[in-house]
Nanobody, 124 residues
Framework: QVQLVESGGGLAQAGGSLTLSCAAS????????MAWFHQAPGKEREFVAF????????YYADSVKGRFTISRDNAKNTLYLQMNSLKPEDTAVYYC?????????????????WGQGTQVTVSS
């Protein structure tokens, strides 16, 4: 069993930056591939970024490519999402997720564990 807790959300201006963290407990994070998803009001939860267990492979949604960076520190059992050049359309609740399989996936159902989410609001 893995428990995930996100932090770092808040209010930012368009063009600004935020860094989200996802702290894991229960099992070592190094056993899992990880991802960030977000859910805007009235919309379904959508894939944002993926990182494999070692951090050697990353994938991004087209909407955040070049602006967001996913990374992990397995020694600290923590996942990160560096968000730069924020846009109002990035406003959403951001969730971290973990899956046992190593292959990249953008599907919610492929992830075994989820955090409770952290709100990111970007003002124009």
């Amino acid at each position: 069993q893995v428990q995930l807790v996100e932090s770092g959300g808040g209010l930012a201006q368009a063009g600004g930056s935020l860094t989200l963290s996802c702290a894991a407990s229960g099992r070592t994070l190094g056993s899992y591939a990880m991802a960030w998803f977000h859910q805007a009001p009235g919309k379904e939860r959508e894939f944002v970024a993926f990182i494999n267990w070692s951090g050697g492979n990353t994938y991004y949604a087209d909407s955040v490519k070049g602006r967001f960076t996913i990374s992990r520190d397995n020694a600290k059992n923590t996942l990160y999402l560096q968000m730069n050049s924020l846009k109002p359309e990035d406003t959403a609740v951001y969730y971290c997720a973990a899956r046992s399989g190593g292959v990249v996936s953008w599907k919610n159902d492929d992830y075994d564990y989820w955090g409770q989410g952290t709100q990111v609001t970007v003002s124009s």
